[in-house]
């Protein structure tokens, strides 16, 4: 069975300071990782995903993310924030194993980002 | 590219009424449609898996005769709340996957339909 944490409802961060969003997942096989973000009254828009490869993934708006097997976990990074960075963040995975197409979304972390 | 419109954006209607709400894949095809409901302060609740010309696949807990899933092409899903009720008041969000590349795909989210049931 695969699942996905985010362990903070909500993270807060002066702009121009580094960022950093927590995932930790938990799959049978090999996890297709993914992060979005979601602006208030509106649809979930992709950031980036892992799916193989360099464990270092670079996305959208100078989001990236570290993939860490031992630990399980696909944080997202950013070197400097910006105050319209502020919105709620999802995690999701999806199990190399199973057969289906979903994914499961994490509950999501709201990101402040103080101006 | 990868842009997916979702319709109507906001909805108010009295109890009793039926509400369609539509998915289409705007610059690709899309074998693959997912509906989603979110509640306030909430993740995503996976609904139904949409496939195009096959019978949507329901979630545990989720009626399949009050939540009408349709897939009629490889760029449309409908999802039709039918005798809506106040607790059927939501945020509904579709998202669909292209036909190349696999499932390991990013699914491409549509904006939401607010739903409000008076």
């Known amino acids: 069975a695969q699942s996905v944490a985010q362990p903070e409802d909500q993270v807060k961060v002066a702009e121009g300071n580094p960022l950093t969003v927590k995932c930790t997942y938990s799959?049978?096989?090999?996890?297709?990782l993914f992060w979005y973000v979601q602006y208030p009254n509106r649809g979930l828009q992709f950031l980036l995903k892992?799916?193989?490869?360099?464990?270092l993934v670079k996305g959208s708006y100078g989001f990236e993310a570290e993939f860490n097997k031992s630990q399980t976990s696909f944080h997202l990074k950013k070197p400097s924030a910006l105050v319209s960075d502020s919105a709620l963040y999802f995690c999701?995975?999806?199990?190399?194993?199973?057969?289906?197409?979903?994914?499961?979304f994490g509950k999501g972390t709201r990101l402040h980002i103080l101006p | 590219g990868a842009v997916v419109s979702q319709h109507p954006s906001r909805v108010i209607c009295k109890s009793g009424t039926s509400v369609k709400i539509e998915c289409r894949s705007l610059?690709?095809?899309?074998?693959?449609m997912f509906w989603y409901r979110q509640f306030p302060k909430q993740s995503l609740m996976l609904m139904a898996t949409?496939?195009?010309?096959?019978?949507?696949?329901?979630e545990q807990g989720v009626e399949k005769d009050k939540f009408l899933i349709n897939h009629a092409s490889l760029t449309l899903s409908t999802l039709t709340v039918t005798s809506a009720h106040p607790e059927d008041s939501s945020f509904y969000i579709c998202s669909a996957r292209g036909l190349t590349g696999g499932n390991n795909q990013p699914q491409h989210f549509g904006d939401g339909t607010r739903l409000s049931i008076l």
């Open positions: 799959v049978s096989g090999n996890p297709y």
């Open positions: 610059d690709f095809q899309a074998t693959t």
């Open positions: 892992y799916i193989t490869g360099d464990n």
């Open positions: 949409s496939n195009e010309g096959s019978k949507a696949t329901y």
């Open positions: 999701a995975v999806r199990d190399s194993m199973n057969r289906d197409d979903k994914i499961i």
